[in-house]
């Protein structure tokens, strides 16, 4: 039904930059919050930064002041501007939408097939 597909990920040495993209193709009508999460190894997923469709932004604090989030309501897209990464950065990040494919119909959550940043010297 609703199709997110991640591109950007990779390795970067610390105090490095990425970006990171994410768009949504399929049944949509609207949608609402999208957001970037990850996983590190062993560990639970995470949010990382989330925004609405006007605009308002929520992080976590291990990311706030480096990591910036936007979204491009046209185009159906959210990105991550990553900064000054850490090796803790180290994980997969997913993208996530709140998506509502009919007029009416069920408000949805979606998942994009994650993709992996290393963060290493």
């Known amino acids: 039904q609703v199709q997110l597909v991640e591109s950007g990920g990779g390795l970067v040495q610390p105090g490095g930059s990425l970006r990171l993209s994410c768009a949504a193709s399929g049944s949509i009508y609207n949608i609402y919050d999208m957001g970037w999460y990850r996983q590190a190894p062993g560990k639970q997923r995470e949010l990382v930064a989330t925004?609405?469709?006007?605009?308002?932004?929520n992080y976590s604090d291990s990311v706030k002041g480096r990591f910036t989030i936007s979204r491009d309501n046209a185009k159906n897209t959210v990105a991550l501007q990553m900064n000054s990464l850490k090796p803790e950065d180290t994980a997969v990040y997913y993208c996530?939408?709140?998506?509502?494919?009919?007029?009416?119909?069920?408000?949805?959550?979606?998942w994009g097939q994650g993709t992996q940043v290393t963060v290493s010297s």
């Open positions: 996530n939408a709140v998506v509502q494919i009919r007029v009416g119909g069920a408000i949805l959550g979606f």
């Open positions: 925004i609405s469709r006007v605009g308002n932004k």
